[in-house]
Each structure stands twice: as C-alpha cells, then as structure tokens.
C-alpha cells in the first residue's frame, strides 16, 4: 500500500537554527509532491509543491525541498527558523497514473517548536 | 478567489445520535472533494472522496457516510454516533485537472460523549 513517512514527530529548535524535516513514500510509479503547514488555530496551507522539472522547490517563508527519486524522499528545508515557523508540517503525495488518481496520501505529520 | 466553508466549527453529541457536518465551496466548478479526519500523531485519514454530484468512494469503513447533493455541497454524516467518532474533520477540494493541490477548510472539532 502506498503510504508516506515523516521521521520526526516533534522537533524543537531555537531560534536561527537550520531545518531540516524528512519525508519518505513509498511508490514506485510518478507522484505530486506536496507540504503543508498548520500553524495553531490556523487552516492547513500549502507550502510548496513539486510536479516536475527542478527537483529543488522553493516556497513560501524561505522554505524549501528537495526531491530525490532515488531516494523517494522530498524532504523540507529552511536554512534559519523563527519563532512564527512553530506548527505542525504535514507531507503529502499524489500519485498519478495514466487512469488518473484523486487520492492524496498524508504523512502523520511533524509538530515543530521554535524557541524563542 | 475560492472559499471554501465548513459547519459548524465545534460539535458536541451524546452517543447514538445523528450527525450532519457540511461542507461549501464557492469560487471554483466541479471540484474534486475530500473529507479527512485527523488525529493527533496521526496524520489526515482520508474518509470519502468525491468526483461529481452524487458520486462518492468511501475509504475506510466505519460509522460515517458522505453525500454531495450538488456540485459545491460535501456532507458528512451519521446515523448513530460512536464514542470512536471523535475527532477533528476537514474538508478539502481540488480541481479537477491538471496539477493542482488540496485547499483546506477551518474544519470541524466533534466531540461525542
């Protein structure tokens, strides 16, 4: 079954460190790729997305990720945090295939703490 | 621009009574539709899906049942509430076509007791 991993369930960090979130599926065929975040008492929005070409996304609030094949990993990236970068980060994939596929499949999710 | 609405925000039911969440999208035709609910540490699990007006693939068995009665309108319900039906609920679209990603309502927190 396809299914989606995120290894960290919480990190915290302090203020200006680096971020690094893992994401990791499984399926072998093309995929959507997608994060998302939740800040507290906020709607899920989307951060970045990667369909094809530069497997190096960049999004909203200087994040980015990268998307390697080989590893079916598109992990997360922001190279300094603040403290308004604390909520929950969310990995999702669309797989696609010559029918088509409607389904989104979510990682569990990694809750993020940025110390002030 | 899309909206997209969810009602109410916070639910709570006694065990063994019905339920009705709605869900509204405005700004946007034939879209694809999602309920998910999600738990903490768990992710968003993907309950039904819909692809047009009374077309509806439901994913995971269980207590709940989904409708969408016209183009724009998802509804989530329940005949008889289990104490397991507690949660958070989201609603989602997507277009149809294309590359496109998932737009997320406020979501409803139902609480059965």
């Known amino acids: 079954a396809q299914s989606v991993s995120q290894h960290n369930h919480h990190v915290i960090l302090s203020e200006a460190a680096s971020l690094e979130l893992g994401c990791n599926y499984s399926?072998?065929?093309?995929?959507?790729l997608f994060w998302y975040v939740q800040y507290p008492g906020q709607h899920l929005q989307l951060l970045l997305k990667?369909?094809?070409?530069?497997?190096l996304v960049k999004g909203i609030k200087g994040f980015e990720a990268e998307f390697i094949k080989s590893k079916f990993s598109f992990n997360l990236r922001k190279p300094s945090v603040q403290w308004s970068d604390t909520a929950e980060y969310f990995c999702?994939?669309?797989?696609?295939?010559?029918?088509?596929?409607?389904?989104?499949?979510f990682g569990t999710g990694t809750r993020l703490k940025v110390l002030a | 621009s899309q909206t997209i609405h969810q009602w109410p925000a916070t639910l709570v039911q006694p065990v063994g009574s019905p339920l009705s969440l709605e869900c509204t999208v405005e700004?946007?035709?034939?879209?694809?539709l999602y309920w998910y609910r999600q738990a903490a540490g768990r992710g968003l699990q993907l309950l039904f899906y819909?692809?047009?007006?009374?077309?509806i693939s439901s994913e995971v068995p269980q207590n709940l049942s989904a409708s969408r009665p016209q183009d724009r309108q998802f509804i989530l319900s329940s005949k008889k509430l289990l104490l397991s039906d507690s949660g958070f609920y989201l609603c989602?679209?997507?277009?149809?076509?294309?590359?496109?990603?998932?737009?997320f309502g406020p979501g409803t927190r139902l609480t059965v007791l």
């Open positions: 989602a679209w997507s277009e149809v076509a294309g590359y496109n990603e998932q737009f």
């Open positions: 399926y072998g065929g093309t995929v959507n």
């Open positions: 990667y369909f094809s070409g530069d497997p």
């Open positions: 999702a994939v669309k797989p696609t295939t010559t029918s088509g596929t409607y389904k989104y499949i």
């Open positions: 700004g946007t035709s034939n879209p694809n």
């Open positions: 819909s692809v047009g007006i009374g077309q």
